[in-house]
């Protein structure tokens, strides 16, 4: 009976990991014993994440492509599958911000917001899950958000995106579970992160955010790790569908 959350040997692909939320995934997902695959669209700014946790002594390959690009998407699956070995678990982390009240909103970015939150993860879920299905095995976490279910001023495209993405990973669940493939997804609340920084440089929204937060706090990056070995390890293999809310309890209280 499977009921530890282990994530030693496994091999992990997890998207827009060169920093932020993704690099630190794949850090503790390493310091576990994981082989844990990077991948961002600036080669040189991988690289430089791969190197460092290689001196730390992990596993660690890295394979530059952007989410959006069908076709790199393909050719980077399949070298992953031949050069590292069979994809156990993919993250869809790789994500896109832009702030700016919604009448002003250019469609240019809304596009590029929409793709790379939701377009990206149904075409790089797409391509692991074609693999996954022939071995009738894997496990697939898509990085949703607190926007996924609530929505704030200047990042409706975002939320519009997140929230697409929720039932995207229902939606994948539903239709790959027959073939022992397991969809959840993980939800943050507020990080500290590169993303996140200015907001928590903003004195203001700061303490509106820790009066809103029933913890009172920011989230520490390495706070998500819990729900990340959850679902990548076997300790999740009868659990389907479902989106993880790890947020100090925003959304648990009005």
């Given amino acids: 009976m499977a009921a530890v959350c ?40 991988l690289e430089q994440a791969r190197a460092s946790l290689e001196a730390e002594g992990f596993r660690v390959s890295a394979y530059p492509c952007s989410v959006v690009d069908e076709d790199a998407v393909a050719q980077t699956v399949a070298r992953i599958e031949d050069e590292v070995g069979p994809m156990d678990v ?20 809304w596009r590029e ?25 894997g496990k697939i976490i898509n990085v949703c958000s607190l926007q996924s279910e609530l929505a704030r001023k200047t990042i409706a495209p975002y ?31 507020y990080f500290i992160t590169s993303m ?12 509106w955010l820790k009066q809103r937060t ?17 679902f990548a390890s076997e300790a999740s293999d009868f659990i389907n569908g479902q989106i993880l809310y790890v947020d100090g309890g925003i959304s648990a209280s009005i």
């Fill in 214 to 230: 029933p913890a009172q706090r920011w989230g520490s990056p390495e706070e998500l790790l819990g729900a990340v070995f959850l």
């Fill in 6 to 45: 282990d994530v030693a040997g496994k091999r992990i692909f997890i998207t827009g990991s060169s920093s932020g939320l993704g690099y630190i995934i794949a850090k503790g997902l390493a310091e576990e014993g994981a082989h844990v695959i990077l991948n961002g669209r600036d080669a040189d700014k």
């Fill in 159 to 189: 939320a519009a995106a997140k929230g697409g993405l929720k039932m995207l990973t229902r939606g994948m669940a539903v239709d790959w579970a027959p073939y022992n493939i397991q969809v959840n997804a993980i939800a943050p609340g």
């Fill in 113 to 137: 917001v929409i793709d790379v939150n939701l377009t990206g993860a149904f075409i790089v879920g797409k391509q692991a899950a074609a693999c996954m299905i022939k071995r009738r095995a």
């Fill in 90 to 109: 993919l993250i869809n982390n790789a994500g896109r911000q832009h702030r700016l009240p919604l009448e002003q909103f250019p469609l240019e970015e």
């Fill in 196 to 207: 996140t920084q200015a907001l928590a440089d903003n004195s203001e929204f700061d303490t």
